[in-house]
């Protein structure tokens, strides 16, 4: 019995100390806030009295940055609250109206006194007198009522502030518990107390007060708090700088620009010929049993139907037009994107400095990377080519690194334990169970790339986007509702050629 009992004052000293080491002060008073909060599920009620006072500046200190983001900023609706009902005058910005229309009913007395023998007018300004008279006894009214909620708005911050305080007290040992616990496991979480932490909590905590209180209480006395400060002309230089490069470039790299646009019209030209120039009755039956093959004969006749629209409808040599348009943009991204994904999926450095260029590529509005592509590549149908690329190459990149990066490691063991080589395994193992991955990103891209056939048509890629472009032009509704229509049965039918067997 006194060997069990020495073991376990051991185990309550070494708690302790854990608790010293992580709480610095108070270790007592956590030490059992911790046992209680642990001995009980669910939410446990415990009182933190620092924490009701510090409030948000707590959390800080404790490393609960998760807590105290949330916390400052209800604090600081709070305190905008108090300060605007203390501080500030209501209805001064109310009142600031009227200078303007006294100096007007002003110009109107003038006015009559002028023109007090012509019965006609006399009645025209009396009417407008009347009118602005008005209008000053309303504003001076609503100034009134303005100053008079100025209690009610104190009230409301008071309760709201305390409000948060309680919310504060009652989460804080829950919170801090819980960081506590992973604290156990992984040492390299902040624990303590130190100048640094307190510091930085109480630096933003105080300038969230100051500098929203200013705004809000006093609106006119710090003007630079409305609107960040800035210097028109640095945008001005910064612009004139950009596009000088743009155009020094422009015209130092133009051999090779030329080079690649003559690529992308000779696969552009060689597509046309076979989407456009090819009979309608054998191009409709190809398209016809290609998805039956791929997707199914059901697939096949929504097909059929699809196509019949396009050509009824006038929209076939324009359709065509539109895919060979879109299937150069998604050859060319394919065919570099897979190679690129792949590298990137066994490259994890190369992957890092790609990753941003993708992001780039996906979140840039369309709009604006059309003024480069322009500079560079002209107008007409290379330039939107282009454009498409960088619109929806990025896809198969992203699906084919993750497909890539999702084959068991077990599987590929087991092929290298039987002798496989690097590339045995990259084609017969790695590429095979990515597939599904990879051909979603062909999918994406291709869709993704049609999606741009209206942007494409601004600068000359013609099309069913151009049919799109010139209803918005005109107002035609029609015709843009029929365009629109076309483009959304190409992306149905390539949809289910591309993806019916994986489905």
């Known amino acids: 019995m006194t060997e069990i009992s020495e073991k376990l004052v051991a185990i309550d000293k070494d708690d302790s100390a854990k608790v010293k080491q992580f709480v610095t002060v108070g270790e007592d008073y956590y030490k059992e806030q911790f046992k209680i909060i642990s001995d009980k599920r669910g939410f446990t009620f415990t009182w933190n009295w620092a924490a009701f006072f510090l409030g948000s500046v707590w959390f800080g200190m404790r490393s609960l940055w998760a807590y105290f983001l949330p916390f400052v900023a209800l604090e600081t609706l709070a305190v905008v609250q108090l300060a605007r009902g203390i501080l500030s005058d209501l209805g001064a910005p109310i009142l600031a109206r009227l200078p303007g229309i006294e100096a007007t009913l002003q110009q109107r007395y003038e006015q009559l006194e002028t023109y007090k023998n012509d019965p006609e007018k006399v009645a025209g300004f009396e009417n407008a007198i009347a009118s602005l008279e008005r209008a000053v006894e309303s504003i001076k009214a609503e100034a009134a009522i ?203 450095r190369l992957y890092s400095f790609v990753r941003p260029v993708l992001d780039f590529m996906q979140t840039m509005p369309a709009f604006v990377y059309l003024i480069p592509v322009i500079a560079f590549f002209g107008t007409g149908k290379p330039a939107a080519i282009v454009a498409t690329m960088i619109f929806g190459g990025t896809p198969v990149v992203r699906l084919t690194v993750l497909g890539l990066r999702g084959v068991p490691e077990t599987v590929r063991e087991a092929a290298m334990a039987f002798g496989a080589n690097k590339r045995y395994l990259l084609w017969k193992v790695d590429i095979p169970l990515a597939m599904p991955s990879i051909m979603a990103g062909i999918n994406q891209t291709i869709l993704l790339s049609l999606a741009m056939v209206v942007i494409a048509s601004l600068i000359g890629a013609k099309g069913l986007g151009e049919d799109v472009l010139e209803a918005l032009q005109y107002a035609s509704e029609g015709q843009g509702i029929l365009a629109g229509f076309a483009i959304l049965i190409c992306a149905m039918i390539l949809d289910r050629i591309i993806q019916g067997k994986r489905r």
Not at 319 to 324: F, P, Q, R, V
Request: proline fraction near 4%.
């Open 146 to 348: 303005a100053d008079a909620t100025a209690l009610q708005i104190v009230i409301w911050g008071i309760v709201g502030l305390l409000i948060i305080k309680l919310a504060q007290a009652l989460l804080a040992n829950p919170a801090l518990q819980a960081r506590f616990a992973k604290w156990l496991s992984d040492r390299k979480l902040g624990s303590g107390l130190n100048p640094q932490k307190i510091a930085l909590a109480s630096v933003l905590t105080g300038i969230a007060y100051v500098t929203c209180s200013l705004k809000f209480g006093f609106p006119e006395q710090v003007p630079s708090l409305q609107t960040f400060p800035t210097d028109p002309q640095v945008q001005v230089s910064v612009a004139d700088g950009i596009k000088g490069w743009m155009a020094d470039a422009a015209v130092s790299s133009e051999w090779f620009f030329d080079g690649l646009t003559f690529g992308i019209r000779s696969v552009l030209d060689t597509l046309e010929i076979v989407f456009v120039e090819t009979p309608w009755p054998v191009m409709s039956g190809f398209i016809i049993l290609l998805t039956g093959l791929s997707a199914g004969w059901r697939a096949a006749i929504f097909t059929a139907a699809g196509l019949a629209y396009l050509g009824y409808l006038g929209f076939w040599d324009k359709s065509m037009k539109t895919l060979a348009l879109l299937g150069t943009a998604a050859c060319i991204s394919i065919t570099l994107g897979i190679p690129l994904g792949i590298i990137c999926a066994r490259n994890l």
